[in-house]
């Protein structure tokens, strides 16, 4: 693709040189007006000029060198018709006058004719029309000629200014060159087009949006390796408890052990796995018009084994039935709710109850699940939602990605969290914008 400055520089000059063009244009017809006006007043004059009384034929002059397209040409006749005087009898003239104007073709090109009743006589002038167009053409092109030896002039001119215009264009690619992923600082603002402006603005956005998706990249990589280190190391250990056991009880329990090991490690991959797909700076589906409630029932209905294997009971409280519209993406809420009833399983002991209810008004919709289990004390409400935390003192086994997992698809939805006391439990409100 050509540059900026070559486009405009041609797109310029063409314009100007069609401007000139039509201003010859305009030049020469004008010209052309003026001159037919004076030299049919010439004619006028030099047909009044001429004899008017009888006189005896002439003999025709001898034709000159010249040619006759740069002639004039008078021919005269009496009353009765005869012709008294032809100053060019070659030419192929009408030999019957036409009172007044007349424009005529020959074979020598049009002519302009002038005739008039002068007394005993009928004198006709006559003039090519090529003396007009020719000093016609001459001042249009007398009046372009120093308006075309300035086209070089101006396209220099043009190409100065079009590169100064260009200058800041060149400082933010070379500014943009000299980033690295490692360092991302803002462009400088300063003096520069009202025009260049937005998009340095607009890059300056893109960067901070970018030096923030990479810093969250390498702490999530960060916190990743730390994490997946434990199980890793303890299901090591436990292979090899699993070589040196010496009795088939020690194998099996060994064996549980690196059972229970792995598991612990492929819900803490999968969970790590959720949360990168629910960043807020990764790829996302197109939002769309989803029921909660047609969510829930699905959520529900997958976690209801793990809540029968741990006695708990787990029901959507109210009418289930009535549609909860959101906008948003289906499958990134259902992980929310998913996580929030499985956190609510697991930290609620056998014989408790897992209740999801849903209610809408007008501006919000909510989805609300409430469990019987220890709940969560004040000071550790805002740090739950942390990556990788888990309380102290906390018995039940898990990863501490759940409630960040929570976190981030609430943030992309503009839904609002809150964590209120049950009595006993706990409750975790989502509160959504209505669309």
Do not use: C
């Amino acid at each position: 693709m050509k540059s900026i400055r070559h486009r405009l520089l041609v797109w310029l000059l063409s314009g100007l040189t069609l401007a000139v063009a039509a201003a010859g244009l305009r030049i020469y017809f004008q010209t052309l007006e003026e001159a037919n006006a004076l030299f049919d007043f010439h004619l006028k004059q030099m047909a009044a000029s001429l004899p008017s009384d009888a006189f005896g034929p002439v003999p025709p002059p001898s034709l000159g060198a010249r040619d006759l397209q740069d002639q004039l040409i008078v021919q005269i006749w009496d009353r009765t018709g005869v012709q008294l005087y032809f100053s060019r009898p070659g030419s192929n003239l009408p030999q019957r006058a036409e009172l007044g104007f007349s424009t005529v073709i020959t074979q020598q090109g049009r002519w302009r004719i002038y005739s008039a009743m002068e007394r005993n006589n009928v004198v006709q002038v006559a003039q090519p029309m090529r003396l007009r167009q020719a000093l016609a053409a001459g001042m249009a092109l007398r009046s372009i000629v120093p308006l075309l030896l300035l086209l070089p002039v101006l396209a220099v001119l043009i190409w100065i200014t079009v590169g100064s215009g260009l200058r800041p264009l060149n400082r933010i690619a070379s500014a943009l060159g000299e980033r690295t992923p490692q360092s991302l600082p803002a462009l400088e603002e300063g003096p520069m087009p009202i025009e260049v402006r937005p998009l340095v603005q607009a890059l300056n956005d893109l960067l901070g949006r970018l030096a923030r998706a990479l810093e969250s990249q390498r702490n999530f990589v960060a916190d990743a390796a730390h994490e997946l280190r434990t199980p890793l190391t303890a299901v090591q250990l436990q292979i090899q408890l699993a070589e040196r056991a010496e009795s088939e009880a020690e194998r099996r329990a060994a064996f549980t052990d690196l059972k229970q090991g792995i598991s612990r490690a492929s819900h803490l991959v999968r969970q790590l796995l959720t949360l990168a797909r629910q960043e807020p700076d990764a790829a996302q589906r197109p939002d769309v018009e989803v029921d909660l409630a047609e969510i829930a029932r699905r959520v529900l209905s997958e976690q209801a084994p793990l809540a029968a294997e741990r006695n708990i009971e787990l029901g959507i409280t109210g009418d289930d039935d009535v549609a909860v519209p959101v906008r948003g993406d289906g499958e990134a809420l259902r992980v929310m709710l998913g996580n929030l009833v499985d956190n609510a399983i697991r930290y609620t002991p056998g014989g408790g109850a897992v209740d999801v209810s849903l209610r809408a008004t007008q501006d919000r919709a909510e989805i609300i699940v409430a469990d019987t289990g220890s709940g969560i004390p004040e000071s550790d409400r805002e740090r739950v939602f942390d990556r990788f935390y888990r309380r102290d003192g906390s018995e039940t086994q898990g990863s501490g990605l759940g409630l960040a997992i929570v976190k981030n698809i609430a943030d992309r939805h503009g839904a609002v969290i809150a964590l209120d006391d049950a009595e006993p439990g706990l409750r975790v409100r989502v509160s959504f914008p209505r669309p």
